[in-house]
């Protein structure tokens, strides 16, 4: 039986968690999927956030073990967090978000909550795991590049007067559906594993394995090409905002997998401790995520829709093709990532397709990575600081 003051320290953690989903929700994540169809006049505000809620709450419940088992455990080798480097760890992390949303800095969640563990979990005696922080530096660092330049491609495409719409939209919207094939959910594989459709549906095929997985990955992407193609010859402008409604919806699913291992993911050395299986945990992450955007997001929402009205539905679709394809990239190699990485860069690139150099601003840009940089360098010395002074008390 525990002992009440382990009792007290571990529903602590437990509040720091549920703050940091709930500034995860109202957030960037909750914020922006939805934003270009708002922009666009495709849903109001209040039915965007209450439809990012409920898909980031699914998508944390059914992708959110890979990131929360990476950050919880797979960042600091021969050493299992205590329930006083999570608290340190959250309380770190929450704390410069606070500071950011304050003075209007831009913290990256992703980036105060890796180095505030990194920090602790070496404060504490563990080793460096060289190759996990190879893989998360090489994406973030990768991020803007290919986030970027697939948005400027895409929308360079889409704006291009030699590319017909009743082609261009529908074969995206076909890409796409190539990516949703592949992804891995909870829900269709064995108990205890992630299965993508392709994979699930090669199983009823008299195929091999590799060709079924081919065989079934093609007929999703030609199915969805061509109810775009029916729908687009029939109503152009309704179609671009429906398929902007589609994209929101993937990248709202792909934020909740991929962001709340941010917020649960330091509570996972504890879990054994108190025997609460993963999927517990991740209902609780998921819930925050979804109080969050219920509560905070339509706000943000309202702010980033007028930002996203000036791109308009097609480089606003531009930018959130790459940006769901990296959050599942993350999902699958349970990489902590950056949703205001992502998304940035995204709007950068399809920005400078139409309006060059001319509609970016430097200094803001500068500022942008610079607080970007600066949010893991800070958490990782506030959080190894703080751990070295009270953690050994």
């Given at each position: ?194 299965q993508s459709p392709s994979v699930a549906g090669a199983t ?63 509570l996972v050395p504890l879990l054994d401790v108190v025997d ?118």
């Open positions: 039986m525990l002992e009440p003051t382990t009792i007290l320290t571990l529903l602590v953690a437990a509040g720091a968690s549920a703050f940091m989903a709930w500034t995860i929700g109202a957030g960037s994540s909750g914020a922006t999927p939805f934003a270009p169809a708002v922009g666009a006049n495709a849903i109001s505000i209040l039915r965007a956030a209450f439809v990012v809620g409920i898909l980031g709450f699914i998508g944390a419940v059914t992708q959110g073990a890979n990131v929360s088992e990476a950050v919880g455990s797979g960042l600091v080798a021969n050493v299992s967090l205590t329930p006083m480097a999570v608290i340190l760890a959250l309380l770190t992390a929450a704390g410069l978000m606070l500071v950011g949303i304050q003075t209007g800095i831009p913290i990256a969640t992703a980036f105060t909550v890796t180095g505030s563990v990194i920090g602790i979990g070496l404060a504490l005696g563990g080793d460096p795991v060289w190759s996990k922080y190879l893989v998360v530096g090489g994406m973030w660092v990768l991020t803007p590049f290919v986030g970027g330049g697939v948005a400027y491609g895409l929308a360079r495409t889409l704006a291009h007067e030699d590319v017909p719409e009743e082609f261009s939209i529908p074969l995206v919207a076909g890409v796409v559906g190539v990516v949703v094939a592949n992804v891995n959910f909870s829900f269709l594989g064995p108990a205890g594993t992630s009823h095929l008299p195929l091999s394995p590799l060709l079924g997985r081919i065989a079934v990955t093609l007929g999703i992407g030609v199915l969805v090409t061509g109810v775009v193609v029916w729908y687009i010859r029939r109503d152009e402008e309704a179609t671009l905002r429906g398929v902007l409604l589609g994209l929101g919806s993937l990248v709202a699913f792909s934020a909740g997998g991929s962001q709340v291992g941010l917020a649960v993911g330091p609460i299986p993963m999927w517990a945990v991740l209902v609780g992450g998921g819930l925050g995520l979804l109080v969050g955007s219920w509560t905070g997001a339509p706000r943000m929402i309202q702010s980033l829709s007028q930002e996203y009205s000036s791109l308009g539905p097609r480089r606003s679709i531009s930018a959130l093709v790459p940006s769901f394809a990296i959050a599942q990239a993350a999902v699958l190699l349970g990489v902590p990532v950056s949703f205001n990485e992502i998304i940035v860069s995204a709007i950068i690139g399809s920005g400078l397709a139409v309006g060059g150099s001319a509609g970016v601003s430097r200094s803001k840009l500068l500022r942008t990575v610079g607080a970007w940089i600066g949010s893991f360098v800070l958490a990782f010395s506030v959080g190894y600081g703080a751990f070295a002074l009270l953690g050994r008390m």
